[in-house]
């Protein structure tokens, strides 16, 4: 009677042991020359990949609990890579490459616990490259890179918890590059680059807590440079490189806490502003139309205002 109890104990470990360590897997492939990869290290990690068409590439890893990946690259999908890295807990990484999409290239990259990450390079989508890396908590990044989007190059970087990010380059987006990285807690950023946008150029770098900063660069917007810098808390800064802008360079650098900055160039070619803000609790506000204009605020201390207006 005791051994067949030892037995029964025995039994239930086991049976519990392997239902804990339940990681799920689906791959479903068509076409010719399709490569999928699924690694997963774990308890109740889910994986689905599903290719199409031929010549696509997919590979997964996971490392950890309740993490969920998903892969999509169908219909007309040509040549297009996708890789979801994942270590820790309830992260989640969705990627899909379809619609006529070839040659995309999307990775994503994520450690601790409760991230969260999209990338859609679909509708006539060629060459484009997408990379996400997370490392934190509740972390969440989206990049959409779609609708007539060509050679585009889309990079966010996060480090600390609850930050969020997002990257659209849509609606004849050629040729731009898209840069975020964000070191701290609860920081947002944004960068647009739609709507007939052309080889330009934004990046936004963030260290602190609780920062805000927004680039546009749309609506016949070509060769143009925008640049935002915030150290501290509570900043606050946008770009709006929009409506048939070119050629035209905004920078903007605030240290400090609560400082705000707002630079706009449009109807314009050959536009340069310039912000630096050091101090606390700042204000400027900068706006150009026509060509060739020059603007340069610099701010130290705190309270300080400035507002710039120039045209032709």
């Known amino acids: 009677m005791k051994k067949n109890v030892f037995f029964a104990a025995a039994f239930i470990l086991v049976a519990t042991g392997a239902m804990a360590q339940s990681n799920t897997s689906t791959v479903d492939q068509a076409g010719r020359r399709q490569e999928a990869t699924v690694t997963q290290n774990g308890a109740s990690n889910a994986s689905n ?18 993490n969920q990946s998903e892969i999509l690259q169908i219909q007309r999908a040509i040549n297009n890579t996708a890789s979801a890295t994942q270590m820790g807990d309830d992260n989640t990484a969705i990627q899909h490459q379809g619609g006529d999409a070839k040659a995309n290239r999307a990775e994503i990259m994520q450690s601790g616990d409760r991230n969260s990450a999209e990338q859609y390079q679909t509708y006539n ?12 908590e509740d972390n969440a990044a989206i990049q959409v890179q779609s609708f007539t ?17 997002g990257q659209t380059q849509t609606n004849i987006s050629l040729g731009n590059t898209a840069i975020i990285s964000q070191d701290g807690s609860t920081n947002t950023a944004s960068q647009n680059q739609n709507d007939i946008s052309a080889f330009n150029s934004a990046t936004i770098t963030q260290v602190g807590n609780l920062n805000d900063a927004s680039q546009f660069q749309e609506a016949l917007s070509g060769a143009n440079t925008a640049v935002i810098t915030q150290n501290g ?41 310039t912000l630096t803000q050091t101090g606390n609790s700042n204000f400027s506000d900068q706006y150009q139309t026509g060509n060739g204009h020059t603007t340069t605020v610099s701010q130290m201390g705190n309270n300080n205002g400035a507002i710039v207006t120039q045209g032709n």
């Open 125 to 136: 989508s060629y060459e484009n490259t997408a990379s996400i890396s997370q490392s934190g």
């Open 149 to 165: 989007s060509a050679n585009n190059s889309a990079t966010i970087t996060q480090v600390g918890d609850a930050n969020i990010a």
């Open 233 to 273: 808390d509570f900043n606050y800064a946008v770009q709006d490189q929009s409506f048939i802008s070119g050629l035209n360079e905004a920078s903007m650098t605030q240290s400090g806490e609560g400082n705000n900055g707002f630079q706009t160039q449009t109807l314009g070619a050959d536009l340069t502003a």
């Open 49 to 66: 990949v599903e290719q199409r068409n031929r010549d696509n590439s997919a590979t997964v890893f996971q490392n950890g609990s309740s």
